[in-house]
């Protein structure tokens, strides 16, 4: 498995050269295999982590990100998204302990995206709120076609109370091709804390309907959760 994986590696790495020697700008720069998850095993850790986050399920993400970083412990992305979700859980010191770790593992070779994700995460941490807003900045500017970057700029804003800038961001790309179902879940939270129910509940009922047309009942729970919330803070005239 490992041996077919760094293979396909290496033949990617060998696309990407090409293309690049080409001039067509159609890819970024290409990566050198070192700066690549090194096994197979710890790609799938690392994605299961961020599935699960989707999920909101942060105990199996932790497991999940702590895992990859066993398997590749030389790569700063499992360890940024282990701080990352230990923010979550409000684990102030093994956030702040993983977001050390993986700004050591940022080297010149790191990919762009790999080292502001690595270094927002560990200005997050050492509350250097200013600069981490840059880095996520950064990320939603260099890479605009992303929807992950989209929403952890706006989860940023949401962790620091800029709940209107968060609002903005989910508002501004929810009606194009980056929109997730879960941009309009987490508007359904948003305005809920801003005692704006009825926007609400209209978030809640599309993040319910997409979550289940994909067929993902994690998600649909979560909306259900969400819109059961609103009728609660609503009260009888709900």
Do not use: N
Request: glycine letters at 6%.
């Amino acid at each position: 498995k490992d041996a077919a994986y760094s293979r396909i590696v290496a033949l990617a790495g060998l696309i990407e050269r090409h293309f690049a020697s080409q001039g067509s700008g159609a890819l970024p720069p290409a990566r050198p295999l070192s700066v690549r998850l090194r096994t197979l095993d710890a790609v799938q850790a690392l994605e299961s982590g961020l599935m699960a986050m989707e999920r909101l399920e942060y105990a199996a993400a932790r497991e999940a990100f702590a895992r990859a970083a066993t398997l590749d412990g030389r790569h700063p992305l499992p360890q940024a998204w282990l701080s990352r979700v230990e923010q979550l859980l409000r684990h102030t010191d093994a956030a702040g302990e993983a977001a050390d770790r993986a700004a050591r593992l940022v080297t010149d070779d790191t990919p762009v995206s790999d080292a502001l994700v690595s270094r927002a995460v560990w200005a997050t941490a050492r509350q250097d709120f200013r600069g981490a807003e840059a880095l996520y900045q950064e990320l939603v500017a260099r890479y605009p076609d992303e929807p992950r970057w989209q929403g952890e700029l706006a989860s940023f804003y949401e962790r620091q109370g800029r709940l209107d800038d968060a609002v903005a961001i989910y508002q501004r790309v929810r009606g194009t091709p980056l929109a997730l179902p879960r941009f309009d879940l987490d508007l359904c939270r948003l305005y809920a804390r801003r005692d704006d129910l009825s926007r609400a509940r209209e978030h809640a009922r599309l993040a319910i309907a997409q979550y289940r047309e994909m067929g993902f009942r994690s998600g649909e729970a979560q909306a259900l959760l969400c819109e059961a919330d609103i009728l609660r803070l609503g009260g009888a005239g709900e």
